[in-house]
Structures are given as structure tokens and as C-alpha cells.
């Protein structure tokens, strides 16, 4: 019985150290993001307490369309930490997604957080490529309502395939979780991967 304790004592704490692998959590109340410190941190340093406002921990404009006049026909409107100091630390964010009809957020990756996404108008065609070997495609088509995970760092996307504009909410597991939008990634590199690299893998390349 002992052994069988230690056992799963031991896988507790595994998952509890994956967990805190991502981002750990604070030691403090809040940790607000000086954008004006030149500190050099795995994150943000922090302001002040004392210089601490409530506006730190607030963002207005998710009300607001985002402009999908563009060639994808979509647009993010990301809260990070970039436009809310307050979830320094926390390990949590949010976007807003707007998609003109057929518009698409094409396929691209966030490295260092899982998302989770809520249809608020529209219909989206939704989907995840998992890794290698198996580079498997999982994909549903979602209406108002519906919800769909994209687990951490793996290739996702959202097309409208409705005839109307479509919106939705999406919180990711980080604050600053980042993206790579995997076309400008390999072919829009500042310098340029070489095409002979670049189109390896890629079938008739």
C-alpha cells in the first residue's frame, strides 16, 4: 500500500513540474508589467505596487470589430500582456477573431500555449495537424457556441465557410503565448531559406 502511495506521489508531482514548466506561478498578488524597465527577464519585470492602477488589469475594445480587409480576411485582436500589464505572470490571455466570409486565420502555431476557442457568430471550419510521423488532420466544423481546443504547439487554423462575417473568443495558456504563421515562417524569412531547403518534404518540391 506504502509503494503504491510513493507510486502516485511521484506521478503527482510529474505533472506538477510539467505544469510548472510553462509558466510558473507567482510568488506574489500581481506582478504588473513595466514596460518602461530596460531588465532583461524570462517574462516581464514588474512595477511598482504603489504605482499600480486599476487600468493595468483592464482592456476595452473586444466589443468592437476587427478590420478583415485584408487578403486573408480575418483579424486578431489579441489581449497578451503587451495590452494588459496585469496578467503578468498569470500565465493567461485572449483574442478576439473576426472572419469576413471565407475569410481564413491560416494554418499557424502558438509555441507556448494551448488554445481554447468559442464561436460567438458564424460557422468555422476549425482543425489541428498533429506531429510527425502521423501528420494527422483533425478538424470539425463548428456553429454558435461550439467550443475546440488546439493543444500547445501544434499547427491549427479557422476558416469562415459561411456566407456570413463570423466571430469568436479564444483564450490561450500563456501570456504572451506567441505565433508563427507557417507560410511567412518559411517563406518570408528575413534572410530567405534557400528553396532548396525550404521546399524539401513538400510533395512535386
Sequence with gaps: M???????????????????????SPL???????????ARVNGQ??????????????FSGLHLPG????????KVTPVSVA??????????SMVRIDYAPWGINPPHTHPRATEILTVL?????VGFVT???????????????????FPVGL???????????????????SQNPGVITIANAVFGSKPDVSSDISCQGIPGG
Design 45 to 58: 519585470p514588474c512595477k511598482s505596487p504603489a504605482l499600480v492602477q486599476a487600468s493595468d488589469f483592464s
Design 67 to 74: 478590420n478583415t480587409s485584408n487578403p486573408n480576411g480575418s
Design 155 to 173: 499547427i491549427h487554423f479557422q476558416h469562415n465557410v459561411g456566407t456570413g462575417n463570423a466571430v469568436a473568443i479564444a483564450a490561450l495558456s
Design 131 to 149: 506531429s510527425n510521423p502521423d501528420n494527422s488532420l483533425i478538424t470539425k466544423t463548428l456553429q454558435k457556441g461550439d467550443v475546440f481546443v
Design 83 to 92: 495590452q494588459l500589464p496585469g496578467l503578468n505572470t498569470l500565465g493567461i
Design 2 to 24: 506504502a509503494k503504491h502511495v510513493i507510486i502516485l506521489s511521484l506521478v503527482a508531482l510529474s505533472f506538477g513540474l510539467l505544469a510548472f514548466a510553462f509558466e510558473p
Design 121 to 125: 457568430e458564424g460557422t468555422l471550419q
Design 28 to 38: 506574489q498578488d500581481f506582478c504588473v508589467a513595466d514596460s518602461t524597465s530596460s
